[in-house]
């Protein structure tokens, strides 16, 4: 199997580029490459510029946030299938958190000005791209929503 | 009116038919009650309004004295005869009698370790209601359902109930605030006396219904009614009948009422209604109760007292994270779909008999009978009939037990061995609760996290008063418990099924015994997969069993935390996020969930989008409880009381009042 059927094989496990079509599919496999990192390591850091856009096939990354006087709180891990580094696709095209493998990873990444612009250049790959962006970070933001509900306190959460 | 043989006593001629009894000679009905031992209840002037109170004579009763109803209003007016049940009703009603305001039920007692818990004797003396008009016998028949006929009664009632003789007193005349013709209460009493009487100018007719009714007629000095006075008596009905007219049409006034849940006039009234709750006092059949505990300067010993509660009090659908009802639009919404809609599921008749005292005694004038005619008429619903599978219940009565271990689950988290239960506990099943009790504390509903040979579990996270207690509890000390309550989660619909559980928090408590059933007995499921959801790391129950299960026993255990340090390599984020992307099917699955309310809201919509179907996804709600057996009142949601008809529903039973506010 060549490098670029491997990337469509591996695009395919992932509930983010289910049901893309054959060419957005070709597409997205000459942009990107195939990434791997062990445990511990740091991928990006909260407020720098978000260079590359990731799709996580294997492995997880904690997506941490620096809280002072209380360390670094992971706030939300990023599982197979879904997508890291969405801020590569928006601007100001800086991370929003600080991401770190806590098993050894593999990932689709993409530069992310070469991906912007193809998106600029390629409506179809853009129509077929930005939707499910939208919905990754839709998901997000609606799990954040709840979670900050503090659900499963003992104590009522008042209001402020 | 029919016509009765009456059996002969003494010398008197046999009556056939009603007889006729001079208005001075109620005096000897009066004479004969008290002379056989019982208290005579009647209508009697006070503070301005005729009550029901203890009579002995003529003299007490309201002679020639009638009143005049309005929204808010009630004046008492000097009439133009001697009429002795001249008025309509007050502000009292029987079940002040039946049902008292502040009854003892239980008396606890702590000596060191050890704990016991007595019932209150029931000691009550019988009495007579003379004067009881249509809408109060119709009332006492709904709180006789209410409290003896379903599957747990109400000794305090039945022993109460048992001892009442019924002077009823057929109505002659009407309030503007009646309405009992709508709700096919009245105005004419037809049964469930024992004896009758109709006023006339002279006196009254009097007619038995029951042996005892027919005894005391025979030693009345009655003689037989004459067929003008019989017509008269019936003609005089017959107008109160055509005075009330029919202001609330009740055909379809349940499906109408609940498909309203979201009509604007509720938050209207809201802002007329002040939440006082007087409408519920002075409602006859209104039963909820609250439990008080009055302990000595020790503490050692404690009295539980019952005592009248209302769905207006702002904490009565309160429980550790919030009230259910916090707004005035949900307790209104409450109380009006409860009396003349969900009571019809519950009990089978309208909770209203339309006596109109929560018109005359609101003290804005709200009238109930604008409100349920403002309401559009909408679809109807066809209500499901809920699964009521109660094991048992020792009611009023709290059977100790002895803790003999204690485990610290999490911080504020603790599981209490417990031996020594009550037998009926054997037979309890997955999913059932207890009404746990220590003396000065109001008992709680505790899930039974465990069951074992001789004892339970329960798993109970310290959030107030009496949950603090509880979990400071040592090896040795004992609690009082009642139970098991509740029905169960269905497992035998999980044979054979592919089954998930999705639970957050401390809700995996309740769905732990449905743990141990599927690894006692692991062939007859298919797939298991439990998703467990928990504040932090530190906040998740059972880790060993969660691990053995997992390893040993074939079940996928997913994890998920809402935040953590960086020692946490598992996965942090909500409970849905572990399978709203997974593989699997849901078509022929089960889901059991347990959480906090929101929480399994969010869980039932993803799981009905990966195809389990609404009667399959089975959630257990969280209510304030004080009795466990559907008499107190507080857990009740629509058409179920929680404690009772649930905890655990599909989300097909519960339709859209799940996830409602201020349901």
Redesign the interface.
């Known amino acids: 199997m060549n490098e670029t059927a491997a990337l469509i094989a591996a695009l395919n496990t992932s509930?983010f580029a289910t049901g893309l079509s054959e060419k957005a599919q070709t597409r997205l496999a000459e942009l990107g490459r195939r990434f791997t990192a062990e445990?511990g390591t740091e991928l990006f850091r909260e407020g720098e510029t978000s260079d590359t856009f990731g799709i996580l096939v294997h492995g997880?990354v904690?997506?941490?946030t620096l809280v002072p006087e209380r360390?670094?709180?992971?706030?939300?891990?990023v599982?197979p299938?879904?997508v890291y580094l969405w801020s590569a696709l928006v601007p100001p095209y800086r991370a929003s958190s600080t991401g770190?493998a806590?098993?050894p990873i593999e990932a689709i990444v993409f530069d992310g000005a070469s991906l912007r612009a193809a998106l600029r250049e390629d409506c179809e790959l853009a129509l077929a791209l930005y939707p499910r962006v939208l919905v990754a970070v839709a998901?997000r933001l609606y799990?954040t929503r709840?979670?900050m509900?503090?659900?499963?306190?003992?104590?009522?959460v008042k209001s402020w | 009116m029919v016509i009765r043989t009456a059996p002969a006593r003494g010398h008197r001629p046999v009556l056939e038919g009603p007889g006729f009894l001079a208005r001075a000679d109620l005096q000897v009905l009066i004479d004969l009650l008290r002379e056989d031992g019982r208290r005579v209840i009647g209508p009697t002037v006070s503070d301005g309004a005729i009550v029901y109170d203890e009579i002995t004579s003529l003299d007490d009763l309201p002679r020639g004295i009638g009143d005049e109803q309005a929204p808010g209003r009630y004046r008492l007016r000097r009439r133009n005869d001697e009429r002795l049940f001249g008025y309509v009703v007050g502000p009292t009603a029987f079940k002040k009698w039946t049902f008292p305001p502040l009854v003892p039920l239980t008396r606890a007692a702590k000596d060191g370790h050890r704990v016991t818990f007595s019932p209150e004797p029931i000691d009550v003396p019988p009495v007579a209601f003379l004067g009881a008009r249509a809408c109060d016998l119709a009332a006492l028949g709904v709180q006789d359902t209410v409290f003896t006929g379903t599957a747990f009664v109400d000794p305090d009632y039945a022993a109460r109930r048992a001892k009442v003789f019924l002077v009823a007193v057929q109505c002659t005349t009407a309030a503007a605030t009646c309405f009992c013709t709508s709700m096919g209460t009245g105005p004419e009493v037809e049964e469930g006396y024992d004896l009758l009487l109709t006023e006339l100018d002279g006196g009254f007719l009097v007619d038995a219904d029951s042996a005892a009714g027919r005894a005391m007629l025979a030693r009345l000095p009655v003689r037989p009614a004459a067929a003008a006075e019989q017509y008269g008596a019936a003609a005089t009905v017959a107008a109160v009948r055509a005075r009330i007219g029919d202001p609330v049409p009740a055909a379809g006034l349940h499906d109408r009422l609940l498909a309203q849940l979201d009509h604007p006039r509720w938050a209207q009234v809201a802002e007329r209604c002040i939440t006082c709750g007087n409408c519920t006092l002075a409602c006859p059949t209104c039963f909820c109760t609250t439990l008080s505990q009055v302990t000595d300067l020790t503490g050692r010993d404690a009295t539980m007292y019952r005592s009248w509660d209302s769905c207006f009090s702002p904490g009565f659908a309160k429980v550790?994270?919030?009230s259910f009802r916090s707004r005035p639009r949900d307790r209104y919404r409450q109380w009006l779909t409860h009396k003349f809609a969900t009571w019809w599921d519950q009990f089978g008749s309208s909770g209203c008999v339309g006596c109109g005292r929560c018109i005359t005694w609101c003290p804005v004038g709200i009238d109930v009978r604008d409100e349920l005619n403002a309401i559009a008429p909408a679809v109807p619903l066809v209500p499901e009939a809920p699964i009521v599978e109660p094991v048992a219940a020792t009611p009023n009565d709290f059977v100790t037990a002895r803790v003999v271990a204690t485990r610290q689950e999490t911080a504020?988290t603790t599981t209490l061995t417990l031996t020594g239960t009550d037998p009926a506990f054997a037979k309890g099943n997955t999913g059932q609760f207890a009404m746990v009790a220590l003396p000065g504390f109001p008992p709680l509903p505790i899930s039974i996290s465990r069951f074992l040979p001789d004892g339970i579990e329960l798993t109970i996270?310290?959030?107030g008063p009496a949950t603090k207690a509880m979990c400071a509890l040592q090896v040795g000390e004992q609690l009082g418990l009642r139970g098991p309550l509740g029905n169960n989660w269905p497992l035998d619909r999980a044979v054979g099924r592919d089954l998930v559980i999705v639970t957050?928090?401390?809700g995996l408590a309740p769905l732990r015994p449905v743990l141990h059933a599927i690894v006692a007995d692991r062939r007859r499921f298919g797939d298991v997969k439990l998703y467990y959801?928990?504040?932090t790391p530190a906040?998740l129950l059972y880790r060993d069993e969660l691990e053995r299960w997992s390893a040993r026993h074939g079940i996928e255990v997913s994890l998920t935390v809402?935040?953590?340090?960086?020692e946490?390599?598992?996965?942090?984020?909500?409970v849905?996020?572990l399978f709203?992307?997974a593989a699997w099917d849901g078509a022929n699955m089960i889901a059991f969930v347990c959480?906090?309310e929101?929480?399994m809201q969010?869980t039932s919509t993803t799981l009905a989008g990966r195809g389990v179907p609404a009667s399959r996804i089975h959630v257990t709600l969280e209510r304030h409880m004080e009795c466990g057996i559907g008499l107190c009142g507080h857990c009740q949601m629509g058409k179920y009381f929680v404690c009772r008809d649930g905890p655990v529903f599909s989300i097909g039973q519960l339709g859209d009042i799940f996830g409602r506010e201020g349901i």
């Open positions: 509930w445990p997880r904690a997506l941490r360390g670094d709180i992971t706030i939300l891990t599982e299938g879904d770190t806590i098993e998901r799990a709840l979670q509900l503090d659900l499963f306190a003992a104590e009522q | 550790a994270g919030g504020d996270r310290g959030a957050g928090g401390i959801g928990a504040r906040d809402d935040r953590a340090g960086p946490w390599t598992g996965r942090v984020g909500i849905t996020h709203d992307q959480g906090p929101r929480m969010a």
